[in-house]
């Protein structure tokens, strides 16, 4: 679904993190998590893009602050089509080769 709900420990199914008394991260540390790989992508040199198609009414802006932390690029094209959506990936793909 896309959504940061599950750590990052428990999907390496680190013991610590999928024992019955494991604790449950809360919503803050898991987003804080993608947060924290978006840099570590950044620093490795990847050049994300982040393409937002959710609707600003439900929106919960956390897409921009992936990309911010990446030192990506972010579109928001909500209702986008397929096109949209092509022509973007190709503006950032060419933008990253002229860099």
């Known amino acids: ?14 013991p610590e993190a999928i024992g019955p008394e494991a604790p449950k991260p809360n919503a803050e540390d898991l987003k804080e998590e993608v947060r924290d790989m978006a840099r570590k992508l950044g620093a490795a040199g990847i050049q994300l893009l982040v393409i937002d198609t959710e609707n600003k009414f439900v929106s919960t802006g956390f897409a921009e602050e992936i990309a911010t932390a990446a030192g990506g690029k972010y ?3 909500p209702n986008a089509t397929d096109g949209q959506i092509a022509a973007a990936a190709s503006s950032a793909m060419a933008d990253a080769k002229a860099m």
Do not use: Q, W
Not at 1 to 14: F, M, V, Y
């Open 1 to 14: 679904d896309g959504r940061a709900n599950i750590s990052l420990a428990r999907s390496n199914e680190d």
């Open 75 to 77: 579109y928001y094209l």
